[in-house]
């Protein structure tokens, strides 16, 4: 397949569909690095195998595995599920892998955005990263797509979340901070937003999650539901460090207007009750590192339900075992009257940094000849 | 995909369809390593290059790649031909890959031979051979087949052609090698191929080529040019080593007869007129390595045009630079009237041991949904 030169989705014709319209499948790289899944990626891989198998009910699922893995993820995953292998460097394909665009006539392209672990020498969470900035590649020639290629952009899939209908939400402090991409202002990122993922307003809410190590993606704090309607992750306790980041959102959010002129309709989702913190022994099981952020006793994780998946007549929805679990499968159900509500037990994708969102990228459906 | 598990082609109504009928697309998997590669393997690649850019005007054409060499051969293939990561020993991917097999209603399926580098601790060629033993699945999965794996048969694609109308063909010499199924009698072994491939009659030829490392494949020596239809690799001087092999096989197939009770057709096809001989350069480009067939000057390879890749509306010829070569791309277009005959210098694919018939492998074209 062909990387794409001197033009843009926008001027081609392409935009990046909205994670509600209809998929062709979903991809997830399996995980297995030790310095950053406890007991060997052993307990996560577990979970990965639950994430893949539920989505595999629904839409076709490929799960993507380094060589030496290849045998122990196919001996694991159910048969409807197909595995194929890839060199990675971690398992977050939301972020890494490719951004697929469709237009109107049935053409699948993807823009391939840099990869650089989160924030690169700045704050990126690992080194090296160029088996990720490739995935991206791999999968537009899994898939049949040609893809636009952008080597001085540096953005992750998790990080924007759009709507299908011209609006795009990002945070200020993943898309402005230090490790992406300080030789561009707002603006000027703004701009590549527009270009490549063709919308024409992006809504810019001020920070995501308390403690967010990839910098606060949209992803695990504000999501569409449908045009004109979000969700957002919330706490009422004024205590809580997550209490006014919540609040800014919802102050921004309320005042914007999205690209249709709709004033939008927010749902507040509580994160759960209780903070999700590393124990000893999680903490004990991963190996350190030099140059990976390390698991610490007692680090609060990012624990929000709003990093949810969304595919074919499903909604696959992260659970901790908190009091509030009940409230988002309440929630979800009724934001999404037309899907089966899955909740998946998810503290290790958790404790790796992400959620179900950030291990999962679809594929939108086009019409093959 | 599935491992099929206590039942075999013919039950289920599989067979292995001809090379001749018609392909969804060809494998081939990207030459790298030193030992059996000269120069880096730097000269075989480019003539892969040659042989998939050639295939891919006619069929969808997919190279494998191991990681390291992913962006290299996505570099130098061209646009159209499709690159997907996979591990391998090496680059003989009729040897090592899937054998497939279609039913009458549009399935796709496919035998997983057990795999052991032409011989494994007996007379194998390269120690270990455990990526290449994984090939056959990791294509299974790819092509959405479910196989048929032999964990106790071992055999690979290139020592058996099939007419598609009942008949196989093999070499003695091969298939009853103390390197491959010295467990299993003639009877035993003929039983198992007609189990899986779905065929009513073995021919064995007694030998294949002089000085072949594959034991004799038959691919090299003869092939089904339609029911009833064979070539023959010949010469006519008595004093070549190759005559008396060439004689014998000539011989046994005048008086055999075809499952379908066709006296068979053969031609003869010369081969080079002057032995090729690896010379003291070639020689010294490879790496010298335990365990690996070492490659020395004035080696007498194992040249033959038989060694051809029939595949949609073409055939892929080796041709090397000798006064047979005209000869034989004359006879193939008397052959083949309705294929474009494509000549293809490929004296470095010879120098690694095999030629275009051994580092490709057809899928056979099913009806999708």
């Not at 048969?79 to 109107?104: H, P, Q």
């Not at 006793?297 to 992260?318: H, I």
Request: hydrophobic letters at 35%; proline letters at 5%.
């Amino acid at each position: 397949m062909k990387r794409i030169e001197k033009t843009t989705p926008k001027k081609d014709g392409y935009r990046m569909p909205a994670e509600y319209e209809k998929h062709s499948g979903t991809y997830i790289i399996w995980p297995e690095r030790p310095d950053n899944w406890r007991l060997g990626a052993k307990p996560a891989q577990k979970t990965f195998v639950e994430v893949a198998s539920v989505i595999g009910k629904y839409e076709p699922c490929t799960v993507v595995v380094s060589g030496w893995q290849y045998a122990n993820a196919r001996g694991m995953l159910p048969d409807y599920v197909k595995v194929v292998e890839m060199s990675n460097n971690d398992s977050w394909i939301r972020d890494c892998g490719a951004t697929f665009l469709v237009n109107d006539k049935g053409g699948l392209r993807a823009v391939d955005w840099s990869f650089n672990a989160w924030g690169g020498l700045v704050d990126g969470l690992y080194f090296p990263w160029d088996k990720d900035d490739m995935v991206a590649q791999k999968m537009c020639e899994l898939e049949g797509a040609d893809r636009y290629r952008l080597d001085d952009f540096v953005l992750e899939g998790g990080s924007i979340h759009v709507d299908g209908d011209g609006t795009a939400m990002v945070t200020s402090e993943c898309l402005l901070s230090k490790g992406r991409n300080p030789h561009l202002s707002q603006k000027e990122i703004e701009q590549v937003l527009k270009d490549y993922l063709n919308v024409e307003k992006v809504l810019w809410i001020p920070k995501g999650i308390f403690n967010d190590e990839t910098n606060g993606h949209v992803d695990n704090m504000c999501n569409f539901v449908k045009p004109g309607v979000v969700v957002l992750a919330w706490t009422d306790d004024e205590n809580d460090p997550q209490y006014s980041r919540s609040k800014k959102a919802y102050e921004y959010l309320s005042k914007e207007k999205d690209a249709k002129g709709r004033k939008l309709e927010i749902h507040k989702l509580l994160i759960p009750k209780k903070p999700i913190l590393i124990t000893k022994e999680e903490s004990l099981g991963v190996d350190a590192v030099d140059g990976t952020l390390p698991r610490q006793k007692g680090d609060r994780m990012a624990a929000s339900y709003v990093n949810y998946y969304t595919g074919n007549g499903f909604v696959a929805l992260p659970i901790f075992g908190d009091e509030h679990d009940k409230l988002a499968i309440k929630k979800l159900q009724e934001l999404y009257p037309d899907r089966v509500i899955e909740p998946i037990y998810a503290r290790e994708i958790l404790l790796g940094g992400g959620n179900i969102h950030c291990i999962t990228q679809q594929v939108p459906f086009v019409k093959k000849d």
